[in-house]
């Protein structure tokens, strides 16, 4: 039977839903239900919860951002020969592995080739040539990077930057024709090596599908064709979950940046990226402060609760390392991970709608974990209803913790209980919860 449509919902529905600050990325991209991954296809990826992000290329050797070359308009011939400076020293992609096994993630996602057009593998697809086999390293990284995720077993995505601010086209598409269509070009070519050479990728996270800066990934869908685009992607890796930045709706969506999640559970795959340090940057630099502890978990609790994906961003240095500061706290995150994981890994978001800055739920089968991330506001809260019979109440140590029942709603006695940043309660029910999911499209209008 032919699957039917899913239901529109415009701009207004959509923040009604969410009655949130969530900003989603790319909505009304173009509609190919046939490229779209099913609910079981998408699984494995919701299931993960957490990955790690890498922002490194040319532009980590300057230290100013991963924007520097456009923000600070760097003549075209400076910019490029800093390829003759970038070779890592004492480098391993292997570092990157242990740092995303040390943060908890499942996943990693590599910047292959962000906007200045730098690919960091040996890619015949670059115009001129402007790759890492073609730098003073001779290496190719995304190779690396895929041999050591395998190694790992760390699912693996690949980043990927349609737009390539070398083209003076893409800043004038409508005049500079041939010049823009060589940039497109380039991107078909690039993204075929990157879905081809190293097996298929499990994620392929687009970004900068848009033109000359301006509208949206969306709105350029007519020159980039992302149609066209996926349908090959989609003939080598099949199961590859794409993100929506392509100007095709993708299979979920993106919310960007380190502002605070808030509002009602998100019925749709969804993932926020953001950075470990200050969010000034993707891209390394020198003494960007890393985001304290209580700060991570906040934000990893606040997602997962809104069923959500969180994708944490690392800028390596031009030798491919974290500061010692970075590297704590990516430790110190991980441990409160691991010791946790249960209410985290594998779990979906609800049943209960949160209540923003006090707790959330998620579940996993008959188990509900109330994250608690204001004590005493939360003390004395009725919380419900669930969907099955609460049979009992526990620590995350095994010990049995006093409630009552009334009209459906949860009371939990919190007296002696020492809160932290975030405070977990596990929930048996006396039944198996299913997830809510909807099935939208978002118009973007
Ligand atoms: C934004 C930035 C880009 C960064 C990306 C990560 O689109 O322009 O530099 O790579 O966010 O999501």
Request: aromatic share 12%; charged share 25%.
């Amino acid at each position: 039977m032919p699957k039917a449509l899913p239901r529109e919902m415009t701009g207004a529905e959509l923040n009604s839903m969410l009655k949130s600050n969530v900003h989603f990325k790319s909505l009304g991209g173009m509609r190919v239900p046939g490229l779209k991954l099913s609910d079981s296809d998408l699984a494995w990826w919701r299931e993960c919860r957490v990955g790690m992000f890498i922002h490194w290329g040319l532009y980590s050797i300057l230290g100013r951002g991963e924007w520097v070359r456009f923000a600070e308009k760097l003549p075209y011939h400076q910019y490029e020969a800093l390829a003759g400076q970038f070779d890592p020293q004492d480098f391993c992609t292997d570092e990157w592995m242990d740092a995303a096994r040390d943060l908890g993630a499942k996943y990693a996602v590599m910047v292959t080739r962000h906007h200045d057009g730098f690919a960091l593998w040996d890619s015949a697809g670059s115009w001129n040539r402007f790759d890492s086999m073609h730098a003073k390293a001779h290496r190719d990284f995304v190779k690396e990077f895929t041999d050591s995720c395998r190694k790992y077993g760390m699912r693996r995505g690949y980043y990927y930057s349609p737009m390539d601010w070398r083209f003076p086209g893409y800043f004038d598409p409508e005049h500079l024709t041939s010049n823009a269509l060589i940039m497109k070009q380039q991107c078909y070519r690039q993204v075929e090596e990157l879905v081809t050479r190293y097996g298929a990728p499990d994620i392929l996270w687009y970004d900068g599908g848009w033109l000359a800066h301006k509208g949206s990934d969306t709105s350029s869908a007519w020159f980039w064709e992302p149609d066209r685009l996926n349908s090959m992607v989609r003939s080598y890796a099949p199961k590859a979950v794409i993100n929506p930045r392509s100007g095709w709706e993708g299979d979920f969506y993106c919310d960007e940046g380190s502002a605070e999640i808030s509002g009602n559970i998100i019925t749709v795959p969804w993932e926020k990226n953001l950075c470990l340090c200050s969010g000034a940057s993707w891209g390394w630099m020198e003494n960007d402060p890393v985001q304290p502890l209580s700060w991570l978990i906040r934000m990893l609790v606040n997602v997962i609760c809104r069923d959500g994906n969180i994708l944490w961003n690392i800028a390596p240095n031009r030798n491919g390392k974290l500061s010692g500061e970075v590297h704590a706290r990516i430790k110190e995150f991980g441990a409160w991970i691991r010791e946790n994981g249960e209410a985290i890994y594998g779990t979906r978001g609800g049943p209960v709608e949160p209540v923003d800055g006090v707790f959330g739920t998620v579940f996993n089968k008959n188990t509900v974990y109330v994250h608690i991330l204001d004590g005493k506001r939360f003390s004395g809260m009725a919380i419900g209803p669930f969907p099955g019979r609460v049979l009992s109440v526990q620590r995350m140590d095994g010990q049995d913790v006093k409630y009552t029942i009334a009209d459906g709603m949860l009371r939990v006695d919190l007296s002696g209980i020492a809160f932290g940043t975030d405070t977990i309660l596990r929930l048996t029910l006396d039944r198996e919860i299913t997830p809510v999911v909807s099935d939208v499209y978002f118009t973007g209008k």
